[in-house]
């Protein structure tokens, strides 16, 4: 999906990530193929295909699908740290199979306060530390982050990427809901 600024992040009753009937199936592939025990997938319904190493940006990016979970990290000075674990994927025109990205990355993430989403944190990563997070896979270039976050539990939380490419075409994923 390409968002301007001028269409609403959260469209409708103010409930991001709605369900497709189609896509159940193919989520549920793709959480096996990648990692079991993801949660917080949002609707993707169109199959994908074997990688193919010369899918790169240059066709442009045209969907972002994104998986998140509540998740916990040991850090290097032994302290826990929560926030939120994931899988991203960007397709291009024909939704082959997922390709490296280059440009502005970034997640957002929103909670739910009284009947409204409200901004919580944006993370922004350099493009090293972002490549650093590239992985190839059966179903192409996969991302895999984790986003420090004080997570309160009870609480339910919205994730947002968007992808800026390196001649200002901007693409946003749908919301993906995490509880």
């Known amino acids: 999906m390409i968002r301007t600024s001028q269409q609403p992040l959260f469209a409708g009753s103010g409930r991001p990530g709605r369900n497709h009937p189609c896509a159940l199936a193919l989520l549920s592939a793709l959480v096996f193929a990648l990692s079991p025990g993801c949660a917080g997938l949002h609707p993707f319904s169109e199959a994908l295909t074997s990688w193919n190493s010369s899918h790169t940006q240059a066709a442009g990016i045209r969907r972002i699908l994104t998986m998140w979970t509540v998740s916990s990290r040991e850090e290097a000075n032994g302290l826990s740290s929560t926030g939120f674990m994931g899988k991203v994927l960007f397709f291009g025109v024909n939704d082959e199979s997922s390709m490296e990205v280059e440009g502005r990355i970034e997640t957002i993430i929103y909670e739910w306060n009284n009947d409204e989403w409200t901004l919580k944190r944006r993370f922004l990563p350099t493009q090293k530390a972002w490549k650093s997070h590239q992985r190839s896979t059966?179903?192409?270039?996969?991302?895999?982050?984790?986003?420090?976050?004080?997570?309160?539990?009870?609480?339910?939380?919205?994730?947002?990427?968007?992808h800026e490419s390196l001649d200002g075409v901007r693409v946003s994923s749908q919301p993906t809901r995490v509880p």
């Open 138 to 162: 059966a179903l192409g270039i996969v991302y895999d982050l984790f986003v420090p976050h004080d997570v309160e539990p009870g609480r339910q939380y919205a994730l947002v990427m968007e």
